[in-house]
Nanobody, 123 residues
Framework: QVRLVESGGGLVQAGGSLRLSCAASGRTFDSYYILGWFRQAPGKEREFVAAISWSNGNYADSVKGRFTISRDNAKNTVYLQMNSLKPEDTAVYYC?????????????????WGQGTQVTVSS
């Protein structure tokens, strides 16, 4: 059974940083798989944050220059380094995976999902 487990969320002040991790088990997500991060704030739809193919990251405009996605295939793990956090970044963050090729920015394009981790940025 495939599981994606996020960690690293928490409460941080505006301008601070957090690093999210997502560890996969039950399947090896090699470079063929696209790994992504989405987020969902209360009352809003789930939105794309970032995704990574074998080496290239793609980002939502709202996080470009502040967030960095990376992956370690040997550890079957994807990371999201979040810097210069803003209160509007507050949401539950989910990792997701899909078979390639091509990065998808819509949630419907991903088959595997984690349970989410809360990120709260105070002003």
């Amino acid at each position: 059974q495939v599981r994606l487990v996020e960690s690293g969320g928490g409460l941080v002040q505006a301008g601070g940083s957090l690093r999210l991790s997502c560890a996969a088990s039950g399947r090896t997500f090699d470079s063929y798989y696209i790994l992504g991060w989405f987020r969902q704030a209360p009352g809003k739809e789930r939105e794309f944050v970032a995704a990574i193919s074998w080496s290239n990251g793609n980002y939502a405009d709202s996080v470009k220059g502040r967030f960095t996605i990376s992956r370690d295939n040997a550890k079957n793990t994807v990371y999201l380094q979040m810097n210069s956090l803003k209160p509007e970044d507050t949401a539950v963050y989910y990792c997701a995976a899909r078979s390639g090729p091509g990065v998808a920015t819509r949630a419907s394009g991903y088959f595997y999902w984690g349970q989410g981790t809360q990120v709260t940025v105070s002003s």
